[in-house]
């Protein structure tokens, strides 16, 4: 697979580590502030529209602040690209919808990089719930907190106009895995947050009911480094994922003993992504089954109302 990348921040050199352990290349970089930095013979953009007029590039991976992903998906697309999108696709429903509108389209691979749902222990967690290892599941408790330095002029989560706040940043996280687990639209959402002086979320809690029962007690932070792990319980027993979004082990503890699980990543663990997008490219799939559009709709349109909540 030939990437191009639209910027050159922190997770585009993790990125970048990871298709090293692949026979994937990445034939150009674009990066308005870090183009000098792209070694040959990947080729060096100081633009984003060079690299969507790259012949060469099959998929582009968008690795921009949360504000820029709308716009330059949609012209990736609409140049002939397949793109991997970082989290979230976007960060509004309705400008997310107008991405897949693009994919639809063009004909184009279009996937949101919510990269733990491609890790081994993550698709081992799946299949033991869909293969009713706990029962049916009722309760969901996920959290995903971190200590950015706050004293750092160029920290794309403090400035509201590059869609700072810890919901985009980290809480899609713990959203995406109590749907992708009950994969229904919630019927009740309440939150409560830590709001920072620019008015978006430091902290925040998100509580959602769903039909037949069920609840997620989900927390995310970008102030405060957390527990990280998820407890998922059903009618059979429980798993606990340790660190849940990077997960590399967990428990399924049952009435009559507990069994542990180690199923490591490779590489830093975007490997597996990686390698999905490529394979639904060869099968000449639009999306991922894993991933699918309207999972990435169903996030942002949850994610739009406990924004909302929040910062009113
Ligand atoms: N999958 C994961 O584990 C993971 C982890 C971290 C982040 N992410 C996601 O990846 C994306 C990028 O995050 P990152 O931490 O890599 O970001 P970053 O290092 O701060 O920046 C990424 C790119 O965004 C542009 N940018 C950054 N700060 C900017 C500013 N102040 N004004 C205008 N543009 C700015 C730059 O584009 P140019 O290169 O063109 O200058 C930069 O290369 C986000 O969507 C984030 O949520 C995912």
């Known amino acids: 697979m030939k990437w191009g990348f639209a910027g050159?921040?922190?997770?585009?050199?993790?990125f970048e580590e990871s298709l090293s352990h692949t026979d994937h290349e990445i034939v150009a970089i674009a990066s308005r502030s870090g183009y000098d930095r792209v070694k040959a013979?990947?080729?060096?953009?100081?633009?984003?529209?060079?690299?969507?007029?790259?012949?060469?590039?099959?998929?582009?991976?968008?690795?921009t602040t949360?504000?820029?992903?709308?716009?330059?998906?949609?012209?990736?697309?609409?140049?002939?690209?397949?793109v991997l999108c970082e989290k979230p696709i976007s960060i509004s429903h309705e400008s997310a919808l107008e991405m897949v509108e693009a994919a639809k389209r063009n004909n184009r691979f279009l996937m949101?990089?919510?990269?733990?749902?491609?890790?081994?222990a993550?698709?081992?967690?799946?299949?033991?719930?869909?293969?009713?290892a706990l029962?049916?599941?009722?309760?969901i408790s996920a959290?995903?907190?971190?200590?950015?330095?706050?004293?750092?002029?160029?920290?794309?989560?403090?400035?509201?106009?590059?869609?700072?706040?810890?919901?985009?940043?980290?809480?899609?996280?713990?959203?995406?895995?109590?749907?992708d687990i009950f994969k229904d639209d919630p019927i009740e959402m309440s939150t409560s947050a830590v709001l920072s002086p620019l008015n978006v979320e430091d902290r925040c809690a998100i509580l959602l009911g769903y039909g037949n029962q069920r609840i997620a007690q989900l927390s995310c932070a970008i102030d405060l480094?957390?527990?990280?792990?998820?407890?998922?319980?059903?009618?059979?027993?429980?798993?606990?994922?340790?660190?849940?979004?990077?997960?590399?082990?967990?428990?399924?503890i049952k009435d009559d003993g507990e069994q542990s699980y180690e199923l490591p990543m490779t590489s830093n663990g975007l490997y597996h992504e990686a390698i999905a997008c490529a394979d639904y490219i060869r099968q000449g799939l639009t999306e991922s089954p894993y991933m699918s559009w309207d999972h990435s709709l169903q996030l942002a349109k949850i994610m739009d109302q406990a924004i909302k909540q929040c910062r009113s």
């Open 8 to 14: 050159y921040g922190r997770i585009a050199r993790k």
């Open 41 to 63: 013979p990947t080729k060096a953009y100081d633009n984003y529209d060079d690299l969507f007029a790259d012949k060469d590039v099959e998929i582009v991976y968008i690795n």
């Open 66 to 82: 949360h504000n820029s992903h709308a716009p330059l998906t949609i012209a990736a697309l609409n140049a002939g690209k397949h």
């Open 112 to 120: 949101e990089a919510v990269w733990s749902r491609f890790l081994p």
């Open 122 to 132: 993550y698709r081992k967690v799946m299949d033991l719930i869909s293969q009713g």
């Open 135 to 139: 029962g049916e599941v009722k309760q």
């Open 143 to 179: 959290d995903f907190g971190f200590r950015m330095n706050p004293e750092d002029p160029k920290e794309r989560l403090i400035d509201p106009a590059l869609a700072a706040g810890a919901i985009w940043d980290v809480g899609i996280y713990p959203i995406s895995l109590a749907q």
């Open 225 to 252: 480094n957390t527990i990280n792990d998820a407890t998922i319980t059903g009618t059979k027993g429980h798993i606990v994922m340790k660190n849940f979004w990077m997960c590399e082990s967990f428990k399924v």
